[in-house]
C-alpha cells in the first residue's frame, strides 16, 4: 500500500534543468488542477445545459499522456495536484493516473488531492487512499433529496452519502464545496453547516460564476457571499482565522461548532493577489487564469517530441502571460456569461 503523504512547506527541489514557474507578477505558480474530462453524469443547473456536448474522446490526452504532462509540471515546481472534470470518476481507467501521480507523492510532489460530486466514490474510496489521496473537495449543495434532484437535474441523493461515507471510512478528509444559490440553498446554508462540521468536515461556500451558456438566468442565481456571511452572523459566532489549503478559500472559526467555514468569492472580492495556480484541460489546453480566455497548446508540444524540453519551454512562454486576476462579470444586459467555456471543461 502507498501510505506516502508529503507536507504542504519547504520548496520542493527542480528537477535538473529545469526552471521555476514565476509569473510576470513574482508569483510562484506551484498547483496545478487538472480536468481529466469534460464529462459528468450530473447536469448541475448553475454549471452546464442539460442537453451538452461533450468533446470527442478522439480528442482527449491518453492518461499516459496526461501523466508525462504532469511530470512536466512537477519538475517546474508543482507541489500540489488536483483532480477535476467534469466529473473525474467517471473517466475510463482514472485510477491509473491516480496512481502514478501518487507515486511522485514525495518525489517532488507535496499533495494530490480531488474534487469530485461523489456519486462514484463508494466504489473507489479504498483505491484512493491507497494510492496517496487523504483528502478530496464534493460538492453538495443541499441535504434535501428532492432539491438534490431539481439542482443536478440527474444526481441521486443517497449514492452521494454512501460515497462521503466511504471516503471516510476509507481515512480520507473531506471538505464539502456548496455554490451559494438566491432562493435555492440560502437558507439551508446553516443545515449543511451543521452537518458538514457534525461529520468532521470543513464546508465552503462559493459565489456562482459566470462561465458558459447554461439554461437559466445566473443573475437570478447570484447571491454575494457577503450577504450569506451577514446572514451566518445572526445564528453563529464567526472568527477569522489564518488557515491555508493552497485555493483561494478565506476560511473562518465557527465557534458554536468548532469547525471551518470557507468563502470562496470570485465576484465580490477576488482570489487573484496571491494566485499560485494553473489549469490544464483535458485536451492538453493550459489555461493561466480561470476567468480569462488565454490559454496555451501544450498537446502539440507534448506530440512532437519525446525530449520534454520543449514541452517545458512551451510551459514556461505560458506563465509568461499569466495576468493579474480575472475579469468576472456578468453581462446582464446580454445575460452572457463573461466567459463561454463551460466550467466543466476548465475544471474550476
Not at 473525474?88 to 507535496?110: A, F, H, Q, T, W
Not at 440553498?185 to 452537518?195: T, V
Request: charged content about 25%.
Amino acid at each position: 500500500m502507498n501510505t506516502r503523504i508529503g507536507t504542504i512547506g519547504a520548496a520542493s527541489p527542480l528537477a535538473a534543468g529545469a526552471h521555476p514557474m514565476i509569473d510576470p507578477f513574482g508569483r510562484a505558480v506551484t498547483y496545478l488542477r487538472v480536468s481529466v474530462t469534460d464529462r459528468c453524469d450530473f447536469r448541475c443547473t448553475y454549471c452546464m445545459a442539460e442537453n451538452m456536448t461533450f468533446l470527442p474522446k478522439k480528442d482527449l490526452l491518453t492518461l499516459e499522456e496526461l501523466d508525462r504532462l504532469c511530470s512536466a509540471f512537477i519538475a517546474k515546481g508543482v507541489r500540489k495536484i488536483r483532480l477535476t472534470g467534469g466529473e473525474p470518476l467517471v473517466r475510463k481507467n482514472i485510477m491509473y493516473l491516480v496512481r502514478r501521480l501518487g507515486e511522485k507523492i514525495g518525489s517532488g510532489l507535496d499533495e494530490l488531492t480531488l474534487t469530485t460530486n461523489g456519486s462514484q466514490l463508494s466504489r473507489h474510496a479504498e483505491e484512493l487512499y491507497e494510492f496517496g489521496v487523504r483528502r478530496i473537495n464534493v460538492s453538495l449543495d443541499t441535504l434535501d433529496p428532492d432539491k438534490f434532484r431539481k439542482i443536478t437535474r440527474w444526481g441521486d441523493f443517497a449514492k452521494v452519502m454512501e460515497g462521503i461515507d466511504a471516503a471516510q471510512k476509507a481515512g480520507i478528509q473531506i471538505k464539502l464545496n456548496a455554490v451559494a444559490l438566491k432562493e435555492f440553498n440560502d437558507a439551508e446554508i446553516p443545515d449543511l453547516l451543521r452537518f458538514a462540521h457534525g461529520r468532521g468536515m470543513d464546508l465552503t461556500v462559493i459565489e456562482t460564476m459566470p462561465m458558459g451558456e447554461i439554461d437559466e438566468d445566473r443573475t437570478d442565481q447570484y447571491l454575494p457571499l457577503s450577504e450569506l456571511r451577514a446572514d451566518l452572523e445572526g445564528q453563529f459566532t464567526l472568527t477569522d482565522i489564518d488557515y491555508q489549503t493552497g485555493g483561494p478559500a478565506r476560511y473562518v472559526r465557527v465557534t458554536e461548532t468548532g469547525g471551518r467555514l470557507g468563502f470562496i468569492t470570485p465576484m465580490t472580492h477576488n482570489f487573484c493577489e496571491s494566485c499560485n495556480r494553473v489549469r490544464l484541460t483535458c485536451t492538453g489546453t493550459l489555461y493561466m487564469c480561470l476567468g480569462q480566455n488565454d490559454a496555451a497548446d501544450l498537446r502539440a508540444a507534448l506530440r512532437a517530441t519525446e525530449d520534454d524540453a520543449l514541452l517545458h519551454t512551451a510551459i514556461d512562454e505560458a506563465i509568461t502571460r499569466k495576468p493579474k486576476g480575472h475579469d468576472f462579470i456578468i453581462d446582464r444586459t446580454h445575460n452572457r456569461p463573461a466567459v463561454a467555456r463551460h466550467m466543466s471543461v476548465t475544471g474550476g
